[in-house]
Nanobody, 127 residues
Framework: VQLQASGGGLSQTGGSLRLSCAAS???????????LGWFRQVPGKEREFVAAIRGAVGIPYYEDSVKGRFTISRNNAKITMSLQMNSLKPEDTAVYYCAAGQPILSAIRQPSTYSSWGQGTLVTVSS
């Protein structure tokens, strides 16, 4: 799977941004077999889990600090994924990466279990 993220930018505290991730899948494969996730990273820190959405059923999982503010969605037919970010806070500032993989449920928050990554898009939230 090849991924390309877009949609980052600058927002004030309390504002909203929407990230998108376009995927291309090898012939004969379908995006629905992959768990799609969003991770973020700030300089000097490890990449951290933000949200993920599993396969065809589309069950979402969120990191506690973004629950109720962020919404992850996917469209397997259009091979895209989105992250709607509302009520943004300065601590949401980071480079955001989309990812695809086939992690077991207990490992869904671990970056090492995702095999494909987008190039990252910067989100900056000013106070």
């Amino acid at each position: 799977v090849q991924l390309q993220a877009s949609g980052g930018g600058l927002s004030q505290t309390g504002g909203s941004l929407r990230l998108s991730c376009a995927a291309s899948v090898a012939s004969g494969r379908t995006l629905s077999v992959y768990t799609l996730g969003w991770f973020r990273q700030v300089p000097g820190k490890e990449r951290e889990f933000v949200a993920a959405i599993r396969g065809a059923v589309g069950i979402p999982y969120y990191e506690d600090s973004v629950k109720g503010r962020f919404t992850i969605s996917r469209n397997n037919a259009k091979i895209t994924m989105s992250l709607q970010m509302n009520s943004l806070k300065p601590e949401d500032t980071a480079v955001y990466y989309c990812a695809a993989g086939q992690p077991i449920l207990s490992a869904i928050r671990q970056p090492s279990t995702y095999s494909s990554w987008g190039q990252g898009t910067l989100v900056t939230v000013s106070s």
